[in-house]
């Protein structure tokens, strides 16, 4: 069994709207080519279609098929495409926004005052001694 997975994620329109329209289309597409099996889920972050073929030459020909194509360039939000069945990256999670680069973006922790390896900036420094290994100060 050859499986292929596509994932639409929610966007300026919902992923189901997007499978609503797009559903019958696709698997008429899959059984002509000679799918086996096709399902769809439904979660809060977008939609998985799955298909299942006999051969690897069918499953990649439907990747290829212009219906397929046409129905992800009309995708809401970003899609993933992969020859097996189950989440991209094997989690049931939706995929956070990355933090924006930019000042002030996210704050790094206070430094606590009273560790050892926090030293005043005037402190003059012996790199790697033999019996620590560690920074230490110059006394």
Do not use: K
Request: glycine fraction near 8%.
């Amino acid at each position: 069994m050859h499986w292929i997975t596509v994932e639409v994620f929610d966007g300026a329109v919902a992923a189901v709207l997007w499978a609503d329209a797009w559903r019958d289309r696709l698997v008429e597409a899959a059984v002509t080519g000679g799918a086996r099996f096709w399902d769809d889920h439904e979660h809060r972050w977008g939609v998985v279609l799955e298909f299942t073929f006999d051969d690897e030459q069918a499953r990649d020909a439907f990747r290829d098929c212009p219906l397929l194509r046409a129905a992800l360039d009309g995708a809401p939000d970003r899609v993933l495409v992969y020859p097996h069945r189950g989440g991209g990256d094997g989690i049931r999670q939706p995929r956070r926004p990355r933090p924006m680069l930019r000042s002030g973006g996210a704050e790094l922790p206070v430094p606590d005052p009273d560790a050892e390896r926090v030293l005043p900036c005037t402190a003059q420094l012996v790199r790697n001694p033999p019996s620590t290994g560690s920074v230490v100060p110059v006394t």
